[in-house]
């Protein structure tokens, strides 16, 4: 799933190379990612891109246009892209029968589309007046990376919770922007067991997943700036420590990476690192042993 690093290095580049482009024709591939219907998909047609932002994981295209102000905001969800075209394809988009979504031409010839693979299908496309209007954007809790979010900032965010610091951390209604993906990373660089109760967590504790979170994200949010849409995806991969690497070896430790599966994804950590050696249970080979 796109982060907040990818989600941000895919803003920069829009803001880069959409602005001041006006949107000449939106084509809705798959109808159940459109979210809303007023207003109309069709009032973007003649609008003109004026910034990009983001919001958490999901992008902001503001527009304007002689009767309307609307917002074209999209979320990626797990196995959703942004492809990128100078020149946009004249090929017929044939609903049902691609991996595309969304279909944006713009005044310059260029535009993109917004792809998903597999067949779960959560990528969602909306347009609005204003992106609070988007469930997901109004019930976001504060960005990791503003200027405002401190030290105590987290604590006040974890305190008191009774719940496993991992799902503290990828809930987007307490942190806006981190998954799967950037949690285990995180945590590793705290030296810190996904499954610590955040209540538990000490001063010195906070400290360290302070620190673990603000450098991380801004070292990928960094690594990602001024790569185009094509390169962003390995360029996350590269920058990754614990995640998705299973069964490699740990670049601080040595130990081996570990994995512990779930129903739809799985988390990395480094037992050496942050568990004191202990090997959390594989919660797929317990199910299969009972």
């Given at each position: 799933m796109p982060e907040m690093p990818e989600v941000?290095?895919?803003?920069?580049?829009?803001?880069?190379?959409?602005?001041?482009?006006?949107?000449?024709?939106?084509?809705?591939?798959?109808?159940?990612?459109?979210?809303?219907?007023?207003?109309?998909?069709?009032?973007l047609v003649g609008a003109e891109i004026t910034s990009a932002a983001r919001h958490g994981k999901f992008i902001d295209l503001a527009t304007t246009s002689p009767d309307a102000e609307p917002h074209l905001i999209?979320?990626?969800?797990?196995?959703?892209?942004?492809?990128?075209?100078?020149?946009?394809?004249?090929?017929?988009?044939?609903?049902?029968?691609?991996p595309i979504a969304l279909r944006v031409a713009?005044?310059?010839?260029?535009?993109?589309?917004?792809?998903?693979?597999?067949?779960?299908?959560?990528?969602?496309?909306?347009?609005?007046?204003?992106?609070?209007?988007?469930?997901?954007?109004?019930?976001?809790g504060?960005?990791?990376?503003?200027?405002?979010?401190?030290?105590?900032?987290?604590?006040?965010?974890?305190?008191?919770?009774?719940?496993?610091?991992?799902?503290v951390l990828r809930d987007q209604s307490i942190l806006a922007g981190v998954g799967n993906a950037y949690s285990d990373e995180i945590l590793h660089d705290a030296k810190m067991s996904p499954y610590a109760l955040?209540?538990?967590?000490?001063?010195?504790?906070?400290?360290r997943l302070y620190a673990a979170m603000t450098e991380t994200l801004a070292e990928a949010v960094a690594a990602a700036s001024?790569?185009?849409?094509a390169e962003l995806k390995d360029?996350?991969?590269?920058?990754?420590?614990?995640?998705?690497?299973?069964?490699?070896?740990?670049?601080?430790?040595?130990d081996v990476v570990r994995s512990v599966f779930f129903a739809d994804n799985s988390l990395e950590y480094c037992a050496t690192c942050q568990t004191g050696g202990k090997v959390l249970a594989d919660r797929r080979l317990s199910r299969l042993l009972k």
């Amino acid at each position: 799933m796109p982060e907040m690093p990818e989600v941000q290095g895919l803003v920069d580049f829009l803001r880069g190379r959409a602005t001041g482009l006006t949107i000449t024709r939106v084509t809705v591939a798959a109808f159940a990612a459109l979210k809303t219907y007023d207003p109309p998909v069709d009032s973007l047609v003649g609008a003109e891109i004026t910034s990009a932002a983001r919001h958490g994981k999901f992008i902001d295209l503001a527009t304007t246009s002689p009767d309307a102000e609307p917002h074209l905001i999209f979320h990626l969800a797990k196995a959703g892209w942004l492809r990128w075209y100078d020149q946009l394809p004249a090929t017929i988009i044939r609903p049902g029968k691609t991996p595309i979504a969304l279909r944006v031409a713009l005044s310059d010839g260029s535009g993109f589309d917004l792809t998903e693979a597999g067949t779960k299908k959560s990528l969602a496309v909306y347009v609005v007046r204003d992106p609070q209007d988007v469930p997901g954007i109004a019930r976001l809790g504060p960005d990791p990376l503003e200027p405002t979010f401190t030290r105590n900032t987290l604590a006040g965010l974890i305190d008191g919770r009774r719940t496993q610091i991992k799902g503290v951390l990828r809930d987007q209604s307490i942190l806006a922007g981190v998954g799967n993906a950037y949690s285990d990373e995180i945590l590793h660089d705290a030296k810190m067991s996904p499954y610590a109760l955040a209540a538990s967590l000490t001063p010195e504790d906070i400290d360290r997943l302070y620190a673990a979170m603000t450098e991380t994200l801004a070292e990928a949010v960094a690594a990602a700036s001024g790569k185009p849409p094509a390169e962003l995806k390995d360029a996350k991969r590269r920058g990754m420590k614990v995640h998705g690497r299973r069964g490699e070896t740990c670049p601080v430790c040595g130990d081996v990476v570990r994995s512990v599966f779930f129903a739809d994804n799985s988390l990395e950590y480094c037992a050496t690192c942050q568990t004191g050696g202990k090997v959390l249970a594989d919660r797929r080979l317990s199910r299969l042993l009972k």
